[in-house]
């Protein structure tokens, strides 16, 4: 009996722990995230396909978002980061023009909806992003309609000396006390609203299951507020601060685990449409070291605040490029919707296509992330250092411990690589074209890119070994067959 009563203590420890959703900044560096917005990903049927006005709400649903998590995971994802759930301002599909904290977009569905799709995705082992909002509340509403916030006292107005008519990107009281985009501004230094948003960021983690928080609107909001809403999250925290100034992001990340690596997609964006592609060579030289934590910042070519990759390039090969040098780089890659399918939209609401119906898996891109989220997950290139190997106008290589990833702007030649780590008799194969296999001659080895990414990996003889004994296993049981 006493044997049975500890081992029960014992599971009932170990239990919490196991189904736990608080991961921490160390676990989700291993993942990968596919970015939706909520409306746009999948209505609760298929029967329309399109939508007539991206400004407005298409119908997409939690629902809907549900009954596609496969098609999620068929690419390698194993998180998603979903649009802000709460009750919004008729009209604003997106989320962020929050009425009442304490209520969930109907549009989207209710809130056992919501509970269940993070349910789901737990099952298929994807983890759940909460966008949260902290910064504000709907614009052109009376305020005495918000919930809690129903009282001007709980916002930033009438603050002696405050000219929010002259605003200023480099006066830090202007940005985190007056409205954007004539929201009006909560006053975190107010103690109901701050216990008030403490609060509710407990409740969406606790009680409905998200596994992490992405900050929206960070340089708007008090950077000790961000200190305590992340102790509170108890899980992997991240910011994005709309800026290319490394110095000014990076110290936010002392404020919450990660930031979005905007100097590293400006990079990117100039680096992939046919500027040099030293400026990534640059990049890490010179910026990726101001960050406390890089590995714990998200990355990203593509997002719903600016237009799409593709909308500013037709060329497709350098797209590709730019997917896997983000899957492969340093920090937490985050895909957004609609690229796998070739989408260009323009500025926003553009760039929020619906995706409705087109969710085919044959197509190259699909395919290609698919691939590239196995190879990054079975080699956990995410523990491995990123090694810069060569650069130069048109092409970029590293490796991050066995894995060798090169990229250019669409562009093709012959390469010759001398700093890379490998041995001499080493052999490679590109994980995007099996016939692609280079071996390592003497300090060197030569491949040809023809304007694609390639994804080498060292072939381990050990593993070929075993492949040899396997398939000749499988030719005497052939024989043996046809003999008697």
């Not at 990049?283 to 500013?312: A, C, M």
């Not at 698919?370 to 490796?399: G, M, P, S």
Request: proline share 4%.
């Amino acid at each position: 009996m006493k044997s049975i009563f500890i081992s029960i203590v014992l599971i009932s420890s170990i239990l919490p722990l196991s189904m736990s959703n608080h991961h921490k900044k160390d676990e989700w560096k291993s993942r990968s995230i596919y970015q939706l917005l909520t409306d746009r990903f999948s209505k609760d049927d298929n029967t329309e396909t399109t939508c007539a006005d991206l400004s407005k709400y298409c119908g997409g649903t939690f629902n809907g978002i549900k009954k596609n998590l496969d098609y999620i995971v068929g690419m390698g994802f194993d998180a998603i980061w979903i649009s802000p759930p709460l009750k919004n301002k008729e009209g604003s599909f997106h989320g962020y023009h929050n009425i009442d904290i304490n209520s969930i977009n109907e549009h989207f569905g209710t809130a056992e909806e919501l509970k269940d799709l993070i349910k789901a995705c737990h099952d298929k082992d994807i983890w759940v992003i909460l966008d949260a909002v902290p910064n504000h509340m709907a614009g052109d509403l009376d305020i005495s309609t918000f919930i809690p916030f129903n009282k001007e006292e709980y916002y930033h107005m009438n603050m002696p000396g405050l000219k929010c008519d002259q605003w200023d990107d480099n006066n830090q009281t202007i940005v985190e006390n007056c409205p954007i985009w004539g929201m009006p501004d909560l006053a975190q230094e107010n103690e109901f609203v701050k216990e008030k948003l403490l609060s509710w960021l407990k409740t969406m983690i606790d009680d409905y299951g998200f596994d992490g928080v992405r900050y929206a609107d960070v340089r708007n909001v008090p950077k000790w507020f961000w200190g305590n809403f992340t102790k509170v999250a108890d899980t992997y925290t991240l910011g994005i601060v709309s800026s290319e100034n490394a110095d000014y992001i990076s110290d936010y990340q002392n404020y919450m685990d990660g930031v979005g690596d905007y100097p590293l997609y400006y990079a990117m964006r100039k680096s992939f449409s046919g500027e040099s592609m030293t400026l990534l060579k640059d990049y890490y030289e010179q910026t990726h070291p101001k960050y406390l934590k890089p590995e714990y910042n998200g990355i990203w070519f593509s997002n719903h605040d600016n237009p799409r990759f593709l909308n500013s390039t037709e060329n497709v090969d350098s797209f590709k490029n730019a997917i896997i040098f983000t899957l492969f780089y340093e920090g937490i890659p985050i895909f957004y919707y609609g690229d796998e399918q070739l989408y260009k939209g323009g500025n926003d609401p553009n760039n929020r296509e619906v995706l409705f119906g087109n969710y085919k898996t044959d197509s190259e891109i699909y395919q290609m992330v698919k691939i590239a989220n196995k190879v990054r997950k079975e080699n956990k290139i995410y523990d491995k250092e990123l090694r810069q190997v060569y650069a130069d106008n048109d092409f970029y290589v590293f490796t991050r411990g066995d894995v060798l990833i090169a990229v250019s702007n669409g562009k093709s030649n012959e390469l010759t690589i001398t700093d890379h780590g490998y041995k001499n008799g080493d052999k490679l194969c590109n994980q995007l074209d099996e016939k692609d296999c280079v071996a390592v001659v003497g300090p060197e080895f030569k491949f040809e890119i023809d304007k694609k990414p390639k994804i080498y990996v060292k072939v381990n003889p050990k593993d070929s070994g075993n492949n040899f004994i396997k398939f000749s296993f499988v030719y005497l049981m052939l024989a043996f067959v046809f003999l008697f």
